[in-house]
């Protein structure tokens, strides 16, 4: 972190450049999922509106314990890439395999915890076309449930290259671009359980 | 202890905890209505936003990189609040 010399090409002298973590690609990449989720969850509030009873009476059917239990495991998980990244920008090369593996089990969690949730409602013969609230609910939860799984490939992927010590002070795009994406998804569900699960 | 709470990674990991207590808590006390919602989307605002500065580490990004994602959160938190506003009319 000492050198200025980012590849950014800015030419501003010898102010420092402010610099964005990983490859300029993924923050693009990142944005467009942002966005999608955006009008996913303008769509469960404005559907909402339409027939608040409904979706005030069904959302007291969701485990609010598992939506917390997991908001615990994404930031934890969260917080364990933000130390695999600070790890490597001062050369500890095993801290870096180490939290990347914390942050995966933490993900590794979370779908546990998903699993159970979903296996209770399909369970209780709840499907997409049950009502309005469990399309939402069903939807929305299972295209966040992809992009842990994403994440959880691309952090597998950081894992078996910080072992052989491919991160290092000298070189932490990759990773930081996967911490970025990773970090996407926390955000993500920060925003998705206390709509889904708790705001009435 | 006080080291510790000089890596705003850890800082921004207990706030974070904290304040998903308080989330839960408000859905075990069954609050709602307008207090509620606000409340709610306060604390989703404040975790979101710790997210992008301390764990995407976009503070000390360029600029525009910082207000596209912290815009991105006022205008998901905005658009929520507007049809929240809606269906208690």
């Given at each position: 972190?000492?050198?200025?010399?980012?590849?950014?090409?800015?030419?501003?002298?010898?102010?420092?450049?402010?610099?964005?973590?990983g490859d300029l690609a993924i923050w693009f990449f990142i944005l467009a999922e942002m966005l999608a989720f955006a009008v996913f969850f303008a769509s469960y509030a404005f559907a909402r509106a339409h027939d608040p009873a409904l979706f005030n009476l069904y959302q007291q059917t969701l485990d609010r314990n598992a939506?917390?239990?997991?908001?615990?495991?994404?930031?934890?998980g969260s917080w364990f890439?933000?130390?695999?990244?600070?790890?490597?920008?001062?050369?500890?090369?095993?801290?870096?395999?180490?939290?990347?593996?914390?942050?995966?089990?933490?993900?590794?969690?979370?779908?546990?915890?998903?699993v159970f949730e979903y296996a209770a409602?399909?369970?209780?013969?709840?499907?997409?076309?049950?009502?309005t609230f469990y399309m939402f609910y069903i939807s929305l939860t299972f295209f966040h449930?992809?992009?842990?799984?994403?994440?959880?490939?691309?952090?597998?992927?950081?894992?078996?290259?910080?072992?052989?010590?491919a991160y290092t002070s000298q070189n932490a795009n990759g990773l930081e671009s996967g911490a970025a994406y990773w970090h996407m998804v926390d955000l993500l569900w920060i925003i998705l359980?206390?709509?889904v699960y708790v705001m009435r | 202890m006080n080291h510790l709470?000089?890596?705003?990674?850890?800082?921004?990991?207990l706030v974070l905890l904290v304040a998903?207590?308080?989330?839960?808590?408000?859905?075990?006390?069954?609050?709602?209505?307008?207090?509620?919602?606000?409340?709610?989307?306060?604390?989703?605002?404040?975790?979101?936003?710790?997210?992008?500065l301390d764990f995407m580490e976009l503070r000390e990004a360029p600029l525009m990189w910082r207000l596209l994602l912290e815009g991105w959160l006022i205008l998901v938190s905005s658009l929520i609040l507007l049809a929240y506003w809606i269906s208690l009319k």
């Open positions: 972190m000492s050198e200025t010399q980012t590849i950014t090409g800015t030419t501003t002298g010898p102010a420092p450049a402010r610099k964005l973590p939506g917390a239990l997991n908001t615990v495991l994404l930031i934890t890439v933000v130390l695999a990244v600070q790890a490597a920008h001062r050369d500890d090369i095993p801290a870096v395999a180490r939290n990347i593996l914390l942050g995966f089990l933490c993900g590794g969690g979370f779908l546990v915890v998903k409602k399909f369970g209780a013969g709840i499907s997409m076309s049950t009502n449930f992809m992009h842990v799984i994403l994440g959880m490939v691309i952090l597998a992927v950081l894992w078996f290259q910080a072992r052989q010590g359980f206390p709509l | 709470l000089n890596n705003p990674a850890h800082r921004a990991w998903t207590a308080m989330t839960w808590y408000l859905g075990e006390v069954g609050a709602a209505g307008t207090w509620a919602i606000v409340t709610m989307l306060l604390i989703a605002f404040i975790k979101g936003r710790l997210v992008i």
